[in-house]
């Protein structure tokens, strides 16, 4: 009898990602043709077409066709636009991994056992992830009447009382040639640095939509607790596994244990009020007014056995059976983990998301697969294989509907009475079978 022995040691650091810091360095805004009213009737004619693009057609208040206007460029004058909505948000996000391992084998001559390979691991990987935004803060809809004309307000405040040069029209080249359907082919551009340096002329004029005066420092993105996190998830693993075989088999069998630490960080608030001045205006943007963030720091673990096997006969020549079988783990993405929030309640969207779960198990499965494959000829193969899985605890989403969270809703100048919303977060779902056949031809 022979017996050799082997080890290996490795480490590892990975910085998964580190880019610069990019919070609130995006832009996402709209605008509007003004109105002398609080808000613009336009009428909208759609009609489908067969097999090719509908038929869009949008016919402005004195009789003018929008998309006419736009290609003459006689809606291009700074004069007939104003701005709607001013996001500008942005994420920050810093993942990294450390890790290490010791491998070792056995090497044996007795009976059927080949091979021992053994060994431990140790993973450890961080993800923070930082919101800048101003959503959250109500400053994406200070200036959202600009475009309109509301109660007191002498008239709408144009791009040319901000300055001029923030809107300009561009007709793409075969834009969605042969697609049919007619529709607006005119684009409208926005100059985002002078929409923001316009909108700071404002400071200090009354704000005739929400009271008081106009301030651009509140419209600034900033630090968004509730929307950043920091999950920590540290995985030790110690492995064994024997390599078999016979005159006519071979295989291993092996079982492998998994033990993990989850920590994640985050904030909470709760929507205590939301203000709509006009509920028949659908861009009538909202006032959302929530607690002050609160720490939340989430702690999991779990311990996982996962036995597996893999088996080859010979039956005659050139013709294999296979037979495998083990226990499977898949777990939960690090932001599945930070049971961050987010809500569209400033657009009259009364759904609150949690975009994770401190308490979400790994994904685990039973699997079985079994094939029989014949080798016809030099690198050519007839196979036929049955498959099965068991799974449990797959992750899904949840949405429960009319939550009382404690919010109030403020609409038409009414009193203040109780506003349910609906509440999504993802879950572990229930127990799952899969199973096929495959046919193999080469």
């Known amino acids: 009898m022979e017996r050799d022995f082997a080890a290996d040691f490795s480490r590892r650091r990975l910085p998964l990602a580190g880019r610069p810091p990019e919070g609130g360095n995006d832009a996402f805004v709209t605008a509007g043709l003004v109105s002398p009213t609080p808000y613009n009737q ?83 990987r961080r993800k923070r992830r930082t919101d800048v935004s101003n959503d959250f803060s109500n400053g994406s809809n200070q200036y959202g009447s600009l475009y309109n004309t509301v109660a007191g307000q002498p008239g709408p405040i144009t791009f040319a009382t901000l300055g001029g040069g923030i809107l300009s029209t561009f007709n793409f080249p075969n834009y969605l040639q042969g697609a049919g359907g007619s529709f607006p082919h005119t684009a409208v551009l926005l100059n985002v640095p002078a929409l923001l340096n316009g909108l700071r002329k404002l400071d200090g004029t009354p704000n005739y939509d929400k009271g008081g005066v106009y301030d651009f420092n509140l419209t600034l993105p900033r630090f968004n607790a509730v929307n950043s996190y920091d999950v920590n998830e540290r995985t030790w693993t110690a492995y064994v596994e024997a390599r078999l075989s016979g005159s006519r088999w071979s295989g291993n069998i092996g079982v492998r244990g998994v ?5 994640a960080s985050t904030a909470v608030d709760n929507i205590l009020s939301v203000t709509v001045a006009n509920t028949s205006n659908p861009t009538n943007s909202a006032t959302v007014i929530s607690s002050d963030p609160t720490s939340l720091v989430k702690n999991g673990n779990y311990f996982l056995p996962l036995p597996s096997a893999n088996l080859n006969f010979t039956i005659i020549k050139n013709l294999q059976l296979r037979v495998a079988g083990a226990r499977v783990l898949a777990r939960p993405d690090l932001n599945q983990l930070a049971p961050t929030q987010t809500n569209n309640a400033i657009n009259q969207q009364y759904v609150v998301t949690f975009n994770g779960n401190a308490n979400l198990k790994p994904i685990t499965a039973w699997q079985v697969d079994t094939s029989l494959e014949w080798y016809y000829r030099p690198k050519s193969l007839i196979s036929a294989a049955f498959f099965s899985k068991w799974l449990k605890d797959d992750i899904t989403t949840l949405q429960v509907n009319n939550v009382d969270i404690g919010a109030v809703g403020c609409f038409n100048g009414q009193p203040c009475a109780p506003l349910p919303f609906n509440v999504v977060q993802p879950v572990n779902g229930n127990q799952a079978t899969l199973y096929g056949v495959e046919l193999g031809l080469q």
């Not at 693009?53 to 929008?66: A, E, K, W």
Request: glycine content about 14%; aromatic content about 12%; hydrophobic content about 30%.
């Open 42 to 124: 336009n009428t909208i004619d759609f009609s489908l077409n067969k097999g090719a693009l509908p038929n869009i057609q949008v016919t402005l208040p004195g009789g003018l066709d929008y998309a006419t206007g736009l290609k003459s460029g006689q809606l291009n004058d700074q004069s007939y636009w104003s701005t709607h909505y001013v996001g500008l948000n942005g994420f920050s996000v810093r993942d990294t991994v450390n890790g290490g391992r010791v491998d070792g084998s056995y090497k044996s001559e007795w009976g059927p056992l080949a091979r021992i390979d053994f060994g431990v691991s140790y993973t450890g």
């Open 259 to 263: 033990w993990t630490n989850t920590r």
